[in-house]
């Protein structure tokens, strides 16, 4: 899991949580300010969907997981008031139970170190593929196929060396 990404979904999801649940609290039970419940349920659960898209991301998975969750509170809100909280619950534990890629995501981030390059790497002053042996003798080429007299390059169209 990267620690990262899990930090920050326990970071917006706690508190994502709580507004939400205050909010809903303060809807059915002082019904004189059902607007700021429902302001309240609104912060509270994109900050509840925000927690859940980072934990999908911990566990190396697209964001778009979160939204399990939400269809399944949508789901039962429109079925029974009753079964909502239940289909939330199986939504966070289907999120739960995802299986763990971040450990194939970090791995595939890694880049591998760059060899130094070698004499077959190096082109020409023509840009042309380097050639073994020399074509012109004369030059003193160090592993880089650079001549140390004139600085020109190894290659095909290599010229001997005025100096």
């Not at 971040?102 to 190096?122: F, I, L, T």
Request: hydrophobic share 50%; aromatic share 6%; proline share 8%.
């Amino acid at each position: 899991m990267i620690k990262k990404h899990n930090s920050t979904s326990i970071a917006l999801g706690v508190p994502g949580f709580l507004v939400q649940a205050a909010g809903a609290f303060m809807m059915a039970f002082r019904p004189e300010h059902a607007a700021l419940g429902i302001a309240l349920a609104l912060v509270g659960g994109g900050l509840l969907m925000a927690g859940l898209a980072y934990y999908a991301m911990a566990k190396g998975r697209h964001p778009a997981w979160c939204l399990v969750v939400l269809l399944l509170a949508l789901l039962g809100q429109v079925v029974s008031v009753l079964l909502a909280p239940i289909l939330t619950l199986l939504g966070y534990a289907v999120l739960g139970l995802l299986k763990d890629y971040s450990a194939e995501v970090q791995s595939a981030r890694r880049v591998a170190p760059r060899p130094a390059p070698g004499p077959a790497a190096v082109t020409g002053a023509v840009g042309l593929p380097a050639t073994f042996p020399d074509p012109a003798p004369g030059h003193n080429f160090n592993t880089y196929g650079v001549c140390t007299k004139c600085g020109c390059g190894r290659s095909a169209a290599h010229r001997p060396c005025a100096s």
